[in-house]
């Protein structure tokens, strides 16, 4: 990585995270919170409603 020296000296090397890292660990938990997935999975391991649930809606709906 190219680091160009600006204002701020770089931070002593005491093991900890950098500057730039603390900026780079914002931006990836804002944009990497979690999300609640908005569809359903089947018990057989499909996306719900499954074909195989499709069909048996169909064969109930035409009772
Ligand atoms: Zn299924």
Do not use: I
Not at 2 to 25: C, F, I, K, M, V
Not at 29 to 58: I, K, M, N, T
Request: with cysteine; net charge negative.
């Amino acid at each position: 990585m190219n680091r160009a020296p600006l204002n701020e000296p770089d931070p002593p090397d005491h093991g900890g995270p950098s500057t730039q890292d603390l900026d780079n660990a914002d931006l990836v938990l804002a944009s990497h919170s979690p999300v609640a997935v908005a569809w359903l999975a089947c018990a057989c391991g499909e996306d719900y409603p499954c074909d195989e649930v499709r069909f048996a809606q169909l064969v109930k709906e035409g009772l």
